[in-house]
Structure formats: C-alpha cells, structure tokens
C-alpha cells in the first residue's frame, strides 16, 4: 500500500539561512529528519521548484513543495487493549489517554502502546505517517489527544498544528506559591550533559512559548491552567522548573518530593506517593478537517489528580 503526500509551506523569517533539512524539520514536523532528507535527495522535496541539498541553506520566504509516496509507514502490531474515546467520526478520533500508556512503540516500549490500540480499534490507520499520531503526550502525562482516520485529516490536523490554531489546556500542580500567571518564551532543546532530559537552550533550541494562570494558591503549592503556542518535548515540564515552579511528582526536572515544614502526614504521603507529574490535559480546540466545524472536547482530572488537589485543598490552605 502507498499513499500520495503533498505538503507545502514557506520559510519563515526566524529560519533564515538555515539548512534546509533542519527547516524542513521544523516545518514537516511529522515526519522524521531522515525521511525529509531522503525526499530532499530524490528531487521529492523541493525548494522554489529547484531540488537542493540537505546541507544547503534557504531564505525567508523560500516556498518547501513535497510531493512524494510512501508505503505503509508503520509495521506495529495491533493490540486489543481499552481505549477511552470522547469522539470518533470517519476523519478524527479524540481520546483520554491514561497516565502509563506510551503513545508511540519506541525502545524499551516495543508493544503496548496507544497506536498499537488504534490499529486494532481502526485498521486502517496503519496506513498513515505515525499511525495517525499527530501530538502526543508524555507516558506519565493524561488527557485528552486527537489522531487521525485518514491522509487527508492528518495533513489538515498537522497544518493546524503548525498554524498554533490547535488550543491545548492543561491543568498542574506546581511546587512553590505563584503571585501571578505569565507567559513563558524560551526556547527549548537537549540537555548539554544528560541528553535524556531537555532544558531552556539559548543557541539552538526551538521556540517554546507556554502561557499560564493560576486557578488556586495553597500554603505551599499552586494549581496552574496553561495553555501552549508550541509542543516542545515536555514543554510545560521543563518551562515550570526553569520558573523554579517544577510540577509535583516529577523527579526528572523537579528532583526529590519537597515536604513543606509542619506539613500533616496527610500532605506528607499525598506529596511522596504521587505517582508521576502532576499534569492533565484537560481541554482541546480544532477545526475538523472535513467539515470545518470548531470542535471543544474537554477531560475531567482524573482520580489521582482529583484526590491530590482535594489533600492540597484541606492540608495546605493558603496563609
């Protein structure tokens, strides 16, 4: 099976004079940097109508044409494993994604995945780049994601990505007492030394912008709703711990749970049994891809989120 891939976009200002793989990247960015460099080399990707090379550079306003075939593009196996649908329809399905489940089969999680979930619950999704995974969250992160049913709903849902016309809510809870909401613009890349970890990368890193609120204060804590220009790899994560604000129960950017002084046993177990970041998408926005239509699904917290804001809300009032 193959299908036709016809995408287009052009340079913009802040990618000028970068290499055009690089931008490509950035520009396409469901598909991989080695498969753009491949359509790059085969004249498939091309710059003005010129076929270039991966390394050449490119101007602001440079129009990048694809117009390439690609077989199937995943090989995973299909799993009968639950899935809890908020909508489907022939183009799209929204889902809840549990905390635990990893979106995409990767090394260490070869099976047991949410595409692998998809391509049983839909076939035919097999067909298209990243089983139809256009955003995801991470393993520990729940809430609600969108994925598309077929080629031409994919390429809409990516544009719209690009675009930041898709609107994402997510609901936290930060460690630290915030005076205020703020906007967060810097951007993000590998860590310099623990390449597992990203980090606000000044030369280097990718625009990231997360704007954020605060919903309530506690004695020692705060509960945010933050909504995202970007989707950096654990973008909110790594924006909040650079604010020295880090998310409960992330040990990767928020290091060691911190007990406040005087805290009851309680807030105390609430605080080191919390099983993973204190993060929830809560909310989406998009056009649908066929009809148009603005679309608003929204995720209630889930019981572990829900029981910890109700300890923070009777164990750590606010002075």
């Known amino acids: 099976m193959s299908e036709q891939v016809e995408l287009e976009a052009r340079v913009p200002p802040e990618n000028d004079g970068e290499r055009l793989d690089q931008v490509a990247a950035r ?11 491949a359509w790059i080399r085969s004249g498939e990707l091309r710059v003005n109508g010129v076929t270039l090379r991966p390394r ?52 260490g999680h070869a099976d047991g995945t949410l595409v692998n979930a998809l391509l049983h619950h839909a076939p035919e999704m097999a067909k298209l780049p990243r089983g139809g ?12 994601m969108v994925a598309a049913k077929t080629l031409t709903a994919h390429h809409s849902l990516v544009a719209q990505l690009q675009a930041r016309t898709v609107k994402r809510q997510y609901c936290a809870f930060c460690i630290g007492v915030m005076t205020g909401g703020a906007t967060i613009d810097a951007p993000i890349g590998r860590h310099p030394k623990q390449r597992k970890k990203m980090a606000v990368v000044v030369v280097g890193g990718k625009p990231a ?15 945010i709703a933050v909504n995202l220009e970007t989707g950096r790899t654990h973008q909110i994560r790594v924006h909040m711990a650079h604010r020295h604000y880090p998310l409960i129960g992330d040990p990767q950017y928020g290091g060691r749970p911190r007990i ?29 891809p066929d009809s148009g239509m603005e679309l608003d699904f929204e995720c209630p917290l889930p019981l572990d989120m829900s029981q910890l804001l109700a300890v923070l809300q009777s164990e750590d009032p606010a002075g």
């Open 56 to 107: 050449d550079k490119v101007s602001a306003g440079a129009l990048l044409e694809v117009r390439a075939t690609i077989e199937e593009a995943v090989s995973w196996q299909p799993q009968s494993i639950e899935l809890d649908i908020l909508h489907e329809d022939e183009a799209i399905i929204v889902l809840n994604k549990p905390a635990g489940l990893v979106v995409h089969p990767a090394a």
């Open 27 to 37: 520009l396409f960015s469901d598909y991989s940097r080695s498969r753009l460099q």
């Open 133 to 144: 995974i256009v955003h995801r969250l991470d393993r520990e992160t729940s809430g609600v």
């Open 260 to 288: 406040p002084a005087g805290a009851s046993d309680t807030l105390i177990d609430a605080l080191r049994s919390f099983p993973r970041q204190a993060l929830h998408a809560e909310a989406l926005s998009l056009e649908h």
């Open 209 to 223: 912008v997360t704007h954020y609120r605060v919903v309530q204060r506690f004695g020692h804590h705060t509960h």
